[in-house]
């Protein structure tokens, strides 16, 4: 307690930008150099090893940053004084993949700098890497660091701030809107539906009538799933059948085309101006807008030494 008070004199008196949680591009240039070379080069492995995994890591920025804040609260393992972590929330588990990929980046960095760089820089920086190999390197943009590890994580808290794919419009404006991003961020985020794969049971009420869903995406998917998913018995299918690896603007022809698994994506034609935005980003330029966003996306709620810490091990808390 005394120390944290000490910290926060400390940084309102010489105003340093890690106390104040503002983040920076090149955080880690003086600090630990090789930091993003080392991460990117681990996610590069791991990607073209399995382009899933890629995917996974851009799912899991987004549920770190939308629960707690980008604070990697998300890769906390359950303890006896904490036996629900985030981790274990229904939007998380079984489905979230990729967590072996952020504890091989961490351990690489640990080498190089120990109890440098935090957890939750390092997902930001795989998530921005996934996206740059899956994208076929045309995702790059430079990402602000600096943000300190989480200690709390409750599996309660996916449930309320992780939008379900059952969502309409209005309560995705929401939910988007309660993190401080907009109707345009929402479009644009939602684009990464373009890789990566979903349980049967996230759609299952979507392919009986009446369903937007196009018939013949219906029939495929029928023939996939059971009527009836549970835990023991539930396979994945591809979100985009066009081009279900590559990073890219297939989405957004897929959700003209009625081609998608969720009403969430379905829902982006619901409304004149995202309906638009829609078919802007189907006929091109979405990368610059998606790597944009990717930045707003990881500035929400960063920790700072005054409330985080670096931790030793992504799945533990020091
Ligand atoms: C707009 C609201 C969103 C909803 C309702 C939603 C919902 C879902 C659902 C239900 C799945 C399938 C999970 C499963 O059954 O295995 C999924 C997968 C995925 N989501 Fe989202 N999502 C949303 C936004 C986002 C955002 C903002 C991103 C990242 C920027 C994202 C990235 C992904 C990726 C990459 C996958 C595939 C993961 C994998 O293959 O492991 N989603 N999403
Ligand atoms: C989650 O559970 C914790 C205690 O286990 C409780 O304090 C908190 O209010 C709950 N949060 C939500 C969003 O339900
Ligand atoms: C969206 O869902 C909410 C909650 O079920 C409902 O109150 C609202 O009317 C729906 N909005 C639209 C546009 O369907």
Redesign the pocket.
């Known amino acids: 307690m005394a120390a944290r008070v000490a910290i926060w004199v400390a940084c309102v008196l010489v105003m340093v930008a890690t106390c104040q949680g503002r983040l920076r591009v090149g955080y880690y240039h003086r600090k630990c150099p090789p930091a993003e070379y080392v991460v990117r080069d681990v996610v590069g492995k791991a990607v073209r090893q399995n382009p899933?995994?890629?995917?996974?890591?851009?799912?899991m920025?987004?549920?770190d940053c939308?629960v707690q804040g980008c604070d990697a609260s998300v890769l906390l393992d359950p303890t006896p004084a904490n036996p629900q972590p985030e981790k274990l929330g229904p939007?998380n588990f079984p489905?979230?993949?990729?967590f072996e990929v952020i504890d091989a980046a961490k351990s690489a960095v640990e080498k190089v700098c120990p109890g440098v760089v935090s957890c939750a820089d390092i997902i930001a920086f795989a998530?921005r890497d996934a996206s740059f190999f899956l994208s076929g390197h045309r995702i790059r943009y430079k990402i602000p660091a600096g943000r300190f590890d989480g200690r709390v994580s409750l599996a309660n808290e996916t449930l309320a701030f992780?939008?379900?794919?059952?969502?309409n419009l209005t309560q995705?404006v929401g939910?988007?809107q309660a993190k401080g991003l907009d109707v345009d961020?929402?479009v644009v985020?939602?684009?990464?539906?373009?890789?990566?794969?979903?349980?049967?049971?996230?759609?299952t009420d979507r392919l009986s009538p009446p369903s937007d869903m196009n018939p013949a995406l219906a029939t495929v998917l029928r023939a996939k799933c059971p009527a009836n998913p549970n835990f023991t018995n539930?396979p994945?299918v591809v979100?985009d059948v066009v081009t279900p690896d590559a990073m890219d603007n297939q989405y957004y022809k897929n959700v003209l085309a009625k081609n998608v698994?969720?009403?969430?994506?379905a829902a982006l034609l619901s409304s004149p101006p995202t309906a638009a935005k829609v078919a802007a980003f189907a006929r091109g330029k979405w990368e610059r807008s998606?790597a944009r966003?990717?930045v707003k996306?990881g500035g929400i709620e960063v920790k700072t030494a005054a409330n985080g810490e670096i931790r030793r091990m992504c799945r533990i808390v020091n």
């Open positions: 899933g995994v890629g995917a996974g890591i851009v799912r920025f987004f549920h939308f939007p489905s979230l993949r990729g998530a992780l939008p379900p794919p059952f969502f995705l939910s988007f961020d929402l985020l939602s684009g990464a539906h373009t890789i990566g794969r979903s349980h049967c049971s996230s759609f539930d994945t979100q698994l969720f009403d969430s994506d998606f966003a990717m996306l």
